[in-house]
């Protein structure tokens, strides 16, 4: 079906090409009917005539070092092109000190020497302006983003009353051009471990044994432990709790023993912690930009000497044999012959457009149904269009009017519905009629987001008749 399909494709293409070069062909016949209607209407002028459109929109401008009683209207106005070294980005023209002023205004860099300035004078609304004087005004371009700065400290202690002296409450940030002072942020401080040593020290336990017949040594027990350390007997030593009396000499009954322990331990200590601080703020940046140079010109009107009057020419008129134009002396052509050639260029112009439109209408809005027919499965061919009535309550389409040309030699048809005929025919059973021949297909509510819907439909006598497929 792919293959079909692309068979299909290249049909569409060799079938759209005389009507795309028929449209091209419409086109330039319209646009030279036009121009020979612009030419013919337009009188002959031996010289080359520059026509400068300028909008002249009333607008209030004043710098420091005008006039202050001035207040005349100042009236902006299209630069003209002329090959100057450097082009303004605007000109005025308004009335300044008794004078008919213009203002030319160029933004340059600071690496272009402002001596690119054109200071040569001109004429310009039928006067001549010369060159008076040059304003300056430098800019810049300022900028600001919001900036996060780390500072980090070596501290002893990770108490963060004892840290907080040691940190500024603000710095000064200067980078990239940027600067602005940052406040400590107190709620984004961390500390860390900054280092640890290890030593070995001698830990002592004692313990007491009382209630102990006699003071042997061998009655206390060689090594204790405690917090998982062990700890080795290192020296004991002897008291005696209660004595009695033998034959009236006194007698020590029993004895307490104070034992001593020693065990040799590792201990790490924290040598010092580090301290991370956050200082947060808006910095700024100012950038030097273009410098306005505004150059003044002073205008004087031009006086013009005018020669004598020429004596007047006169002019004969001749027809020539056949074409029924009117000529005079100087090869042109009357006015009755431009008016002419104007009203049939226009009758012209308005006959390719109704043309263009018919076309446009008939090829591009009237067919809303393209038919194919399915030959094999690798074969389908265009068979024809159709245009259906999509307020008739029973939307019909006969295949008849389409297939006549080129029938499906296997009775099976594709029906395709442009995008802007679905809206229209959603949840109704179109009928489709092929000679005695009938099919129903419905229209689902999906087809209405599909740029083109298709189905198709059987007329064979393989499968069943009158059902689509």
């Known amino acids: 079906m792919n293959q079909s399909r692309i068979m299909h494709t290249k049909k569409n293409t060799a079938n759209a090409v005389p009507k795309g070069i028929f449209s091209l062909a419409l086109i330039i016949t319209m646009v030279v009917c036009f121009r020979a ?50 082009h303004p980005i605007s000109v005025a023209n308004e009335p300044m000190n008794g004078f008919n002023a ?10 272009v020497n402002p001596a690119v300035i054109s200071t040569s004078d001109f004429e310009m609304f039928g006067q001549r302006f010369t060159f008076a004087y040059v304003l300056q005004q430098p800019t810049s371009n300022e900028s600001f983003m919001e900036m996060r700065e780390t500072v980090t400290i070596e501290t002893r202690s990770r108490n963060l009353n004892d840290i907080l002296p040691h940190l500024e409450q603000e710095i000064w940030f200067e980078r990239d051009g940027f600067a602005g002072t940052l406040i400590l942020d107190i709620h984004a401080i961390s500390v860390e471990v900054a280092g640890t040593s290890r030593h070995t020290t001698t830990a002592t336990r004692q313990r007491a044994f009382p209630h102990l017949s006699t003071p042997d040594n061998a009655l206390i027990p060689r090594t204790i432990t405690d917090g998982g350390t062990t700890f080795h007997l290192a020296s004991v030593e002897w008291q005696a709790s209660s004595t009695s009396s033998i034959d009236g000499i006194p007698m020590a ?3 307490t023993a104070t034992a001593t322990f020693t065990a040799q331990v590792t201990q790490t200590r924290t040598t010092g912690y580090t301290v991370t601080a956050e200082y947060v703020g808006t910095v700024f940046r100012t950038v ?12 004087e009107p031009i006086i013009e000497i005018w020669p004598d009057e020429p004596e007047p020419v006169t002019v004969i008129h001749v027809e020539p044999e056949g074409d029924g134009v009117v000529a005079d002396e100087s090869g042109g052509m009357s006015d009755a012959a431009i008016t002419v050639l104007a009203v049939i260029g226009t009758i012209i112009a308005l006959g390719a457009f109704g043309a263009g439109g018919f076309f446009l209408a008939k090829h591009l809005l009237g067919y809303n149904v393209t038919v194919y027919g399915i030959n094999s499965p690798r074969e389908i061919v265009k068979a ?24 499906a030699k296997t009775g099976r048809y594709i029906i395709q519905i442009v995008q802007r005929a679905i809206p229209k025919l959603v949840n109704k059973d179109v009928r489709v ?8 297909h419905r229209i689902p509510e999906k087809a209405v987001g599909m740029p083109i819907y298709e189905f198709e439909v059987n007329f064979s006598d393989e ?6 497929e």
């Open 384 to 407: 024809g269009k159709i245009k259906l009535d999509l307020n008739n309550p029973e939307p019909t389409i006969f295949l008849d009017k389409a297939v006549g040309v080129s029938p």
């Open 463 to 468: 499968e069943d008749e009158g059902h689509d």
């Open 37 to 86: 209607t612009v030419f013919a209407s337009a009188p002959n002028a031996p010289g080359t005539v520059l026509t400068v459109n300028t909008s002249l929109n009333a607008t209030s401008e004043s710098d420091g070092d005008e006039d202050p009683d001035h207040d005349h209207d100042t009236y902006l106005i299209t630069a003209p092109n002329t090959p100057w070294a450097w």
């Open 288 to 299: 030097q930009g273009k410098t306005l140079f505004t150059a003044i010109f002073y205008g």
């Open 433 to 440: 009629v092929l000679h005695d021949k009938e099919a129903f």
């Open 102 to 111: 213009v203002r030319r205004t160029y933004a340059l860099p600071p690496d």
């Open 253 to 255: 009954s029993s004895y």
